[in-house]
C-alpha cells in the first residue's frame, strides 16, 4: 500500500488504534509518501484472516483512521487509488472481489474468518 500527503505521526496512530503492526523494514518515506505492509502479530485477533494475513476489515479500519486524522491522504491499495471523498463506497466494493490481482481466487470476503464479519453480519469464510 502506497500512502501519500499525510505524516508519520497520522500513520502511528491509524495503526495504534487498529491495534495492526507495521515492521520497521517496511515502512519508509518522508512527510509526503508512506510504503506501508500491515501485519497482526496476534493469532487470534480480530484482524487476522484465514491465510494468516491482515483481513478485508483491518485495512478498512486502518484506512479510515488515517482519513481521519489526515483527510488529504490519497492511498493506493490493490491498484485502487483511495481519497476521503470516495472512500467509503469504492472500499466496500472490493469486498467481493477475487483475491488474486489476476481476477483468480477466491473473493476477498471468503478468506475473513474475524469477529468483525460476524458483528456487521457481512457474509464470511465457511
Known sequence: MLVKHTTQQAVERAIAETGLTVPHHSTNGTMKHWKIKLWTEDPNGPYR??????????????????????????????????????????YRETFYRP??????????????????AEMEGEPHGT
Open 49 to 90: 484472516n484465514n491465510r494468516g494475513r491482515v483481513c478485508w476489515h483491518g485495512y478498512r479500519d486502518f484506512l479510515s483512521s488515517l482519513f481521519r486524522s489526515t483527510p488529504t491522504a490519497k492511498i493506493l491499495l490493490n491498484g485502487e487509488w483511495y481519497s476521503v471523498d470516495d472512500f467509503e463506497w469504492k
Open 99 to 116: 483475491l488474486n490481482e489476476d481476477g483468480t481466487g477466491d473473493p476477498v470476503c471468503q478468506g475473513c474468518d474475524c469477529e468483525q
